[in-house]
């Protein structure tokens, strides 16, 4: 079906004004920006050739990456030193046995170095409190189990002993307690956490995976709070299904903190404790990628930090120089009536923008044109952000209200966002066409898809299998924009 769709890019290049004139596409300047995270990242069409350690901030600029090679980077962790990463990388496409650990730096002052070098999986690195050593996990005993060795490779030893039939991966390494957490897969198949001392002594159960079951469902990808009271983690109930929890280190209690329509990866703490980093797809909503997202620390609704399809999240490291968020003023929602309106690609459109106001069947009618031999047709709406500068929003919600009258086969309703920095427009929503109203909604904290004049371009598109005219009804475009408070 992928290979079938009209890309987006495609589609949403034959702009003309149909009123309120063109929209303004600069990006907002500093775009090599002081680093506060890496993520690690493969295109989803073509993951092995198109991978990438990106260094951004916590608002999406940024475009610095870790030198690299051909293969998926995984499990990317950041040196005390602010510059020096440690990751593990695929060598063989689609062999998990072919993953080895490889040290890099953000800044390129050094060349990369291959720590590992077997016929066995070696990955899920991390750094010693002291940063002289690096604890991670492999199968060269036999079964997979959690070995420790010097920064440059040397010296590799057992960290703990694994039980016969269980497996040990995910370690984490935290300073403040000078204990490891990990993710053990016991004698029934699921996974729970576990504790031991830096030293690899005194391990004990932390979590019982709650109600999971099935083999190699649990808990999985533990990441410490800097203080090391609580440890952020993955429950996993299906290969595509979990929720993110947190539990308190010294009672063992654990809490849900989003349990979202699909499923929830590399999850991280910010140092501050005020939010939480991790990777969310949620098919249903139209997001099937792995993308980076945040909520509070105490949990809520998600922000997407990432908002493209084309990338998909494979690990994430927080940076010690990320800092807390800005205080936002109360939402405001932009007034659409005001907005410039531009048809995407049609052949005729009837209608005005007070017609996308309200979600009350009064709908904006854009009548589909062939392109590639299938049904395309799409408007995009330009609000003015009413902000002092660009980099003062904070968030952007947005939700739209439309449908087709023809859907079946491999038709969409697509929702994207235009990204002045890389000069494309980045697919947020991916849904199938329905000819009853239908819902495309996401919040993104990205600045990347904010333009220096202080617009954001929403476009929503009908791509609809080869066949007759059809229409894209659309009945809502709403933004709401949370700004920095004055």
Request: charged share 20%; aromatic share 6%; glycine share 8%.
């Amino acid at each position: 079906m992928a290979g079938m769709r009209l890309p987006g890019l495609l589609v949403a290049s034959c702009l003309w004004a149909a009123c309120g004139g063109g929209g303004s596409s600069s990006p907002i300047a500093g775009a090599d920006v002081p680093p506060e995270l890496i993520a690690c990242r493969a295109r989803v069409d073509d993951p092995f050739r198109f991978a990438e350690i990106a260094v951004r901030n916590a608002r999406n600029l940024g475009l610095r990456r870790v030198s690299d090679r051909s293969g998926i980077e995984r499990s990317a962790r950041v040196h005390q030193d602010g510059n020096t990463v440690v990751f593990a990388r695929e060598r063989q496409n689609g062999d998990p046995n072919s993953l080895e650990l490889f040290t890099s730096t953000l800044d390129g002052s050094r060349a990369e170095l291959r720590l590992t070098q077997n016929t066995v999986r070696d990955d899920d690195p991390c750094w010693s409190p002291d940063g002289l050593r690096i604890l991670f996990a492999s199968e060269r005993a036999g079964q997979r189990g959690l070995w420790s060795m010097a920064a440059n490779g040397d010296a590799p030893t057992q960290f703990v002993v694994t039980p016969t039939a269980s497996a040990d991966k995910a370690p984490d390494w935290n300073a403040a307690s000078d204990r490891v957490v990990w993710s053990r897969r016991g004698a029934d198949g699921r996974f729970q956490l576990w504790l031991a001392s830096g030293a690899g002594t005194g391990a004990m159960q932390l979590t019982d995976a709650g109600i999971t079951l099935g083999a190699d469902n649990g808990d999985e990808a533990p990441a410490f709070a800097t203080n090391g009271q609580d440890v952020v983690f993955v429950r996993r109930y299906a290969p595509t299904q979990a929720v993110l929890c947190l539990c308190n280190v010294a009672t063992s209690a654990v809490t849900v903190l989003l349990t979202p329509n699909g499923d929830v990866v590399s999850p991280r703490i910010a140092a501050a404790r005020d939010r939480v980093f991790f990777g969310l797809a949620e098919p249903v909503a139209g997001r099937a990628t792995l993308r980076l997202a945040t909520i509070p620390f105490a949990g809520g609704a998600p922000t997407l930090v990432w908002p493209d399809e084309r990338w998909r999240l494979e690990g994430l490291d927080l940076l010690p120089s990320l800092p807390a968020p800005a205080t936002g003023a109360a939402p405001q929602r932009l007034d659409v009536t005001r907005a410039q309106l531009q048809i995407a690609t049609a052949s005729s459109a009837n209608g005005s923008r007070s017609q996308l106001a309200t979600a009350d069947g009064d709908e904006y009618i854009v009548t589909t044109t062939t392109i590639a031999g299938r049904e395309v047709a799409g408007i995009n709406v330009v609000f003015d952000l009413p902000v002092t500068t660009a980099t003062d929003v904070l968030e952007l919600q947005v939700t739209l209200v439309a449908r087709s009258t023809r859907s079946g086969g491999d038709s969409l309703l697509r929702s994207s966002i235009y990204n002045p920095l890389d000069e494309r427009f980045d697919t947020v929503v991916e849904i199938p066409a329905a000819t009853s109203a239908t819902t495309l909604t996401f919040a993104t904290s990205s600045l990347r898809h904010v333009t220096s004049e202080k617009q954001l371009r929403v476009t929503v598109i009908a791509d609809l299998a080869p066949g007759p005219r059809a229409d894209l009804r659309i009945d809502l475009v709403e933004v709401v924009m949370i700004a920095r408070r004055p």
